[in-house]
């Protein structure tokens, strides 16, 4: 979740030829600060992706900010990932947009604060509006200003208006009313779940334990995938009666089960019925495969949105980056025998767990690499792994791998296109193996930490640059609620 956070300054340098700002990182993020900055200062950080409410940004002085969004620029060759404002101003600031505020509550990290109607969220992460559900209220539906805030009701109707804080949120909210989501099993939740939200390593390093070891894989810009052989009524099921597993495939947020017609296998969703047929067969009671689908899709369409590399400087992969990963556009489908360059498109696989003793366990890397081996799939890349010692050293070693020196790396996969970055999970060995290291003991079978993702800085100005033109991923779509099928207010699929 992207946030507002309250933290320190560290490893404030100077830069050459510039007098009146410095280099710093506040909580691993790099940012451009005043000159008069110094190492342990306090502030707000606004991490670029976001967009800042517009009473807080005119008080805190970010007028100059585009609609209020914060963006990554380059100031003296130094790039800012984000917006610092120190403690006294934001804190002024706040006071005076939500006077409801305690400050004495407020204490260094996330800053999650919600003004409520007319004022909205302090911080929240950009989302172009073409991408709602609808860029406009479903058919008889009218959205209008009420009061402090936003509102949605029928078409003709005299009925108080439901309040919401923005235009956008009662769009979004009379979407939901006109077209309900379906509710999930929860059974179906416990034993194939959703794909958890990965975090940014810049921000929550200081979480992993000292001593683990870090694992990072490459970052591939994809569409996730979900495929288990499991059995959604397991706990209500008498012990003496036999397990009923079935093959459950999905995308982040959609499930197809064993009842469940699947994705035309020619439409742009077809992938997930290949995989279902393919890789499903191989899996083993309980198991269930996390990974990304890159390429392009069964009709052709890249599976991720085509950057305009134009409007971006200094970087040798042409006016239009597609995200191809070694597969073609008229290439043959995957036939579960392994990737074949020149395939439409590639399964890969970052994650694992299986049942045991009733409870879902997250493999290890190197279980990973075994399982996928006997599977016929890849794994991602490894591309290093280190001790860590503490959260800057995490954070420069992410950070060397997703980018670089000059902000861009090629991926190794397909030099074509930049890589997006990496994604760094913690591992912690079984007690026997942690004690003879000398690292944390944490008893039991060990532990395997969730993953942190880090970013290229190429990446994250080509990703800007397709929301600047109003676009949104599926997956992104999914992950925040919206709906996938409505594009510029339209519905794609009736």
């Known amino acids: 979740m992207l946030t507002a956070i309250v933290c320190n300054l560290s490893r404030v340098t100077d830069i050459p030829g510039a007098q009146k700002i410095k280099r710093a990182e506040a909580s691993g993020f790099v940012v451009v600060v005043g000159a008069d900055r110094t190492d342990g200062d306090l502030g707000v950080l606004l991490p670029a992706g976001g967009v800042v409410a517009p009473g807080f940004a005119a008080l805190a002085d970010l007028a100059h900010l585009h609609k209020g969004r914060v963006k990554e620029i380059t100031l003296r060759g130094v790039r800012s990932e984000g917006v610092w404002i120190p403690w006294a101003d934001a804190a002024a600031a706040l006071t005076a947009w939500c006077p409801e505020v305690d400050l004495a509550e407020v204490v260094p990290g996330p800053l999650l604060l919600d003004g409520g109607p007319g004022r909205g969220p302090l911080y ?67 034993v194939f779940p959703e794909l958890y939200e990965t975090e940014a390593l810049f921000r929550d390093a200081g979480e992993i334990p000292i001593g683990s070891t870090c694992v990072a894989t490459l970052k591939a810009h994809g569409e996730s995938f979900r495929l288990g052989l499991v059995d959604p009524g397991a706990e209500l099921r008498p012990a003496e009666d036999a397990a009923t597993p079935g093959l459950w495939v999905g995308t982040r947020r959609m499930d197809f089960g064993p009842a469940d017609d699947l994705p035309d296998p020619a439409g742009p969703l077809g992938y997930l019925t290949t995989l279902r047929d393919a890789f499903g067969p191989r899996l083993r009671e309980g198991e269930v495969l996390y990974g990304e689908i890159l390429g392009f899709r069964p009709t052709g369409a890249p599976v991720m949105k085509v950057a305009p590399g134009d409007r971006a400087k200094g970087h040798p992969y042409g006016a239009r980056v597609t995200f191809s990963y070694g597969c073609a556009a008229v290439g043959p489908t995957p036939d579960g025998a392994g990737y074949r360059p020149g395939d439409r498109w590639r399964p890969m696989i970052y994650r694992i767990t299986v049942l045991e003793d009733g409870r879902p366990r997250e493999l290890t890397r190197a279980e990973i690499v075994s399982r996928c081996a006997e599977l016929l799939i890849e794994p991602v890349l490894e591309l290093g792994r280190w001790e860590h010692t503490g959260a800057d050293d995490t954070r420069d070693r992410a950070r060397q791998l997703a980018e670089g020196a000059t902000g861009h790396l090629p991926d190794p996969l397909d030099a074509s296109h930049p890589r997006e970055g990496v994604c760094v999970r913690w591992e912690i060995p079984a007690w026997a193996n942690a004690a003879g290291a000398g690292t944390v003991d944490v008893g039991g079978a060990g532990q395997v930490g969730r993953a942190m993702k880090a970013k290229g800085f190429l990446f994250r100005v080509l990703e800007g640059l397709v929301k600047d033109d109003g676009r949104l991923e599926r997956e992104e779509a999914e992950a925040l609620g919206l709906d996938p099928d409505a594009v510029d207010g339209e519905e794609v699929r009736q």
Request: hydrophobic share 35%; glycine share 10%.
């Open 124 to 190: 929240e992460k950009y989302v172009p509006a073409p991408a709602r559900r609808g860029a406009r209220p479903p058919r008889g539906y009218r959205v209008e200003q009420s009061g402090d805030g936003w509102g949605w009701t029928l078409e003709g109707s005299t009925c108080e208006l439901h309040p919401y804080a923005s235009e956008g949120a009662a769009i979004d909210a009379a979407w939901s009313v006109a077209r309900p989501r379906k509710v999930k099993d929860p059974r179906v939740v416990a």
